[in-house]
């Protein structure tokens, strides 16, 4: 965005960490579209092919107004360097390491990345300014939370894996620096993002592939769990009005409000591919949690935010992005 002071005119700079992943490329792309300036950093963590993560900056990277600083987050070095030179108006924090299942094999790399990570970066703001912070924090806090929708005041204090407890951590720690130093940051809860792009270890990607190509799925548990699905765009319709509204310390769900269960999920996806899905049933994975859903009143109230893809016009779009590039990007 660009911001007139007496005669200058300047354009905002949006630090996006993890701006190389799903979300934060679509983010990144965005901005630039709204007349941001981006700086991105990302160490294109092997957690997924890096080659997806190149494919998806392609396009914004050809950007003047675009920077790519590779690095890690918890190279403190790196990162103070980075905020020196490169001192951001804005940082929306999203590198992490994701995904719930792995977090149970990996517990102190989750933690590593995710806690010791944001502790880094918030420390970063603070040392160098930096007034408004975003944080992508995830739905997996309510854990198995029995009342639905999962608002921002009901108690998370129960996470069920690794993942979710690094999350509620990260929350913890952006309270403490707006306690500390007033910055003003908002804590968006994002619930199961997907569209072009989503990580391919995710159930749509993962179940879109092996339907593709034949393979037999598996399923855990009896397919009646279900997720509150949000479409990419509308998280950053969601992330876009908090990079302009923020203010004080929020905590906001952005999902979409209604729930789809697998064998729902796996039926849609058979249509849209044409193709009948070979499923293998296991057990229940510890650490899963059976549904959530998003109650987005505040969201609403707070930022405008008002999802416009219900699941099976994403899922339209996404299988599209699919056949056309998505299954070149990742064998
Ligand atoms: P992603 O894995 O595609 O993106 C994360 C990016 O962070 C990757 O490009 C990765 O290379 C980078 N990264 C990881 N470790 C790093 C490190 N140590 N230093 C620098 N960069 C590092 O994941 P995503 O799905 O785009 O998720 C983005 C954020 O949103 C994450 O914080 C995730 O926990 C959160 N989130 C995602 C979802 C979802 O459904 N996708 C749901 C809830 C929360």
Not at 87 to 99: C, E, K, M, N, Y
Not at 161 to 190: D, N, Q, W
Not at 281 to 287: A, D
């Amino acid at each position: 965005m660009t911001v007139r002071t007496g005669e200058e005119a300047f354009m905002e700079n949006i630090l996006i960490t993890g701006g190389a992943g799903f979300i934060g490329s679509h983010l990144a792309e965005r901005s630039l579209e709204k007349g941001y300036e981006v700086t991105v950093i990302d160490n294109f963590d092997p957690f997924y092919d890096p080659n997806v993560k190149r494919q998806n900056i392609s396009k914004a990277s050809m950007d003047p107004r675009y920077q790519l600083l590779e690095g890690d987050i918890r190279d403190e070095e790196f990162i103070h360097f980075v905020f020196g030179r490169h001192t951001p108006d804005i940082v929306v924090h999203l590198a992490a390491r994701a995904g719930v299942r792995p977090s149970i094999d990996h517990p102190v790399i989750y933690n590593d990345v995710n806690v010791r990570g944001t502790a880094i970066i918030l420390e970063a703001c603070h040392k160098h300014g930096v007034k408004r912070f975003i944080f992508g924090s995830s739905s997996s806090v309510y854990g198995n939370a029995e009342k639905v929708p999962f608002s921002e005041d009901d108690n998370v204090d129960y996470p069920v894996s690794p993942y979710a407890a690094t999350k509620k951590a990260g929350e913890l720690l952006c309270y403490t620096y707006h306690h500390l130093y007033g910055m003003a940051i908002h804590c968006l809860r994002f619930f199961t993002v997907f569209g072009p792009r989503q990580r391919p270890e995710m159930a749509i990607h993962k179940f879109t592939r092996m339907i593709d190509r034949d393979e037999e799925l598996t399923q855990y548990g009896n397919g009646k769990s279900s997720r509150d699905y949000t479409y990419i765009e509308d998280i950053i319709d969601g992330v876009m009005a908090s990079i302009e509204n923020v203010s004080g310390y929020e905590i906001i769900n952005l999902g979409e409000s209604k729930t789809t269960s697998i064998t729902e999920l796996i039926k849609k996806l058979e249509a849209l591919l044409g193709k009948k899905a070979r499923v293998r049933v296991l057990p229940h994975q510890p650490g899963d949690v059976h549904t959530t859903c998003a109650d987005i009143r505040k969201a609403a109230r707070i930022l405008g935010y008002a999802p416009k893809f219900p699941v099976d016009a994403g899922l339209k779009v996404f299988v599209e992005w699919y056949k056309d590039t998505g299954q070149r990007t990742f064998r």
